[in-house]
């Protein structure tokens, strides 16, 4: 069994909440400690019962709380090395820190964590795939294109947490500049809610239950938008489909075998 929230999603901050009921971890923490904090008593959480935070790349709005966060609560910090040194100035001073290389898994008490790269431009990024008990869940968000290799890692998840960033007619008439709608659209960028469609098509199975999209923007897309996009992928299929949100602590899921 593993239980999953999204804490929040978005260019403004982001974390994921994933325990099995013996270990507790957050995959980033891209908001101030406070907010983190009040967002996990949504649903009765204690920061201190989380045993780790397990950062995917550097920007901001995946490492913002991860300092305060491992600080405060005595968290463990697990980035890799290469991410690690160019946030480390931005994440402080941490007692427990851990390094990951992408492509071995490591274990965090009994959650198994596969940490698999990414196309988008940091200096490491990576998505993930957890496991315990036989339950598997995959991440994939902040990604430009959704490779083979992608693909490959998140087949077989009971639940997954997909990039739905932007519509692309939305992205294109919108208000951004120039050079920041190529960024967002390059392979080094976000997935659009088409991409995301195709890439969750390829992944339908009968284990499949759950698909969270993630990292909506707030300019270039809506949650009813990305929803209708991505839903005619699981057509016939019973996973259920949300959106997460950037404002709002999603609901606390729990995926079966
Ligand atoms: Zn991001
Ligand atoms: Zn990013």
């Not at 991440?139 to 087949?155: F, N, Q, Y």
Request: glycine residues 10%.
């Amino acid at each position: 069994m593993l239980q999953i929230c999204a804490l929040a999603s978005g260019s403004k901050g982001n974390a994921l909440y994933v325990s099995d009921g013996t270990t507790s971890i957050l995959l980033d923490a891209g908001f101030s400690g406070k907010e983190l904090e009040s967002r996990l008593s949504v649903h009765g959480i204690n920061p201190k019962s989380i045993d780790a935070v397990i950062v995917s790349h550097e920007h901001s709005d995946h490492i913002k709380g991860v300092g305060i966060l491992a600080r405060r609560f005595g968290l463990a910090a697990i980035i890799s090395q290469k991410t690690y040194s160019c946030c480390s100035d931005s994440l402080g001073r941490i007692d427990n820190l851990r390094h990951f290389s992408a492509g071995k898994t490591f274990a965090v008490g009994s959650l198994n964590v596969h940490p698999f790269p990414t196309s988008h431009d940091a200096a490491d990024p990576v998505g993930f795939t957890i496991e315990s008990g036989g339950v598997k869940m995959g991440i994939a968000t902040d990604l430009g294109v959704p490779t083979a290799a992608v693909a490959h890692h998140l087949s077989g998840c009971c639940a997954l947490v997909v990039e739905a960033n932007h519509d692309i007619k939305m992205l294109e008439d919108g208000p951004y500049p120039w050079h920041l709608k190529q960024r967002v659209k390059s392979r080094l960028g976000h997935l659009s809610n088409e991409a995301c469609r195709d890439l969750v098509a390829g992944l339908v199975h009968k284990g499949l239950t759950h698909v969270i999209l993630g990292h909506l923007s707030e300019t270039n897309n809506r949650p009813e938008t990305a929803l209708n996009a991505v839903a005619p992928a699981l057509n016939g299929h019973g996973a259920k489909l949300f959106a997460a949100h950037q404002s709002l602590c999603g609901d606390m899921l729990t995926i079966c075998l």
